[in-house]
């Protein structure tokens, strides 16, 4: 068993497994080198040679004890045919969505189109280097996906005001990713993924009235769906302000919080094992505060199943050096 399934599913708390979220990206000047020379995101998340080594980089500088796969959650509406771009600086820029399109899409064409992602996740969990640890494939929640399949950019940039209006084109993306979503889950873990991570960042942009509809029961579909596949799956519902009632309905196998949540509050409330919750920023102070900050989430879950992480993605500007030091930390605790 792999340190994150002792912690998953054996409940085990004498270890503390660490993995960050975004460790594949822009702070590693090995990935920046990659990137410079291939401008167009999709198609580098669509190259498994290239995004096999990236989702690799990580593990070669840190003993981190798990590898995330290098893609995006937008890969999915891309592999909808909605247009997809990343904007230097501005972020994700999305096409017109065409639901008549999409019905008529079949799941042999949806597959094919994002096959290099699931050949990639075969090469990294084959790697020598991802012995003995996970290999962690992901997808958006339906709800962050909906988001930005309607809003067709960043919510952190506007959410357009009508956005709620069209509910059923609301109930019809919401159906349709439910489909999709499954199929995209099923093939990373037919091929190598032994973990999902369900990222739901815009989770908290609903107030508690809307959560059921719009992630309580579609998260809860999927979570079922992964559970069937003999996988555990951790929830990321970013934001939320009740992390106690999400668990309860959603019943994911691990929960990911995020920085803004209050570490105590939940090792009274939760039962299930927990992940991350520091603050991204304390990685840009210096190693006095992050020895501070990074001793207090483990002691305050040192007789609870936890893994190690962030409260959110680590930031581009980030020191390498900042997090050798976070690692190594971690493993001597
Ligand atoms: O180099 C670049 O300009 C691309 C930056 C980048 C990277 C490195 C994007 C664009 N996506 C990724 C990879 C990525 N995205 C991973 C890879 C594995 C790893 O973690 O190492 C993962 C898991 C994601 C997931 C993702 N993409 C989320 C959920 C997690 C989160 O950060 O909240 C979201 C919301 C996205 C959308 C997205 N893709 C890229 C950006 C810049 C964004 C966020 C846009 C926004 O702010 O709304």
Redesign the pocket.
């Known amino acids: 068993m792999t340190p994150l399934h002792k912690v998953l599913i054996n409940k085990d708390t004498t270890i503390n497994p660490i993995w960050i ?6 702070y590693l000047p090995e990935f920046r080198e990659i ?1 410079k020379k291939n401008t167009d ?1 999709i198609k580098l998340c669509l190259n498994e040679k290239l995004s096999s080594e990236i989702t690799l980089q990580p593990l070669k500088r840190f003993d981190f004890d798990a590898a ?7 890969m999915l509406p891309y592999a909808l045919d909605q247009k997809v771009e ?1 904007k230097k600086n501005f ?2 820029l999305l096409g017109d969505l065409n639901l008549n399109e999409i019905s008529k899409l079949n799941e042999n064409d949806f597959i094919k189109k994002l096959s290099p992602v699931y050949k990639a996740i075969n090469l990294v969990s084959k790697n020598n280097l991802t012995k003995n640890k996970s290999t962690i494939g ?1 997808v ?1 929640a339906p709800w ?1 996906l909906l988001v930005y399949m309607i809003n067709k950019q ?1 919510p ?1 940039v506007k959410l357009k005001d009508n956005f709620y209006q069209d509910k059923s084109l609301i109930n019809k993306i919401l159906s349709t990713l439910d489909k999709f979503l499954k199929i995209h889950i099923k093939n990373q873990v037919e091929n190598g993924a032994e973990i999902i991570q369900i ?1 739901d ?1 815009w989770a908290g942009l609903l107030n508690e009235e809307n959560l059921p509809n719009y992630v309580y029961n579609p998260t809860l579909t999927l979570v079922d769906y992964v559970k069937t596949l003999n996988v555990p799956v951790i929830c990321f519902p ?1 934001g939320v302000k009740n992390y106690k009632n999400y668990c309860d309905i959603v019943k994911p196998d691990g929960i990911c919080i995020d920085y803004e949540t209050d570490p105590n509050k939940i090792l009274k409330e939760i039962k299930i094992p927990v992940q991350g919750g520091m603050d991204p920023k304390i990685l840009l102070t210096d190693k006095e505060i992050l020895k501070k900050e990074t001793k207090k989430y483990l002691d305050i879950f040192k007789d609870h199943p936890y893994i190690f992480n962030l409260g ?2 680590v930031l581009p500007e980030t020191d390498p050096n900042m997090m050798d030091y976070l690692v190594k930390m971690v493993k001597d605790y």
């Open positions: 979220m975004r460790q594949a990206g822009r990137r995101f995330i796969i290098f893609s995006d959650i937008l990343f972020g994700p992901f958006g962050t960043s952190k990222f960042s970013r959110h993605g």
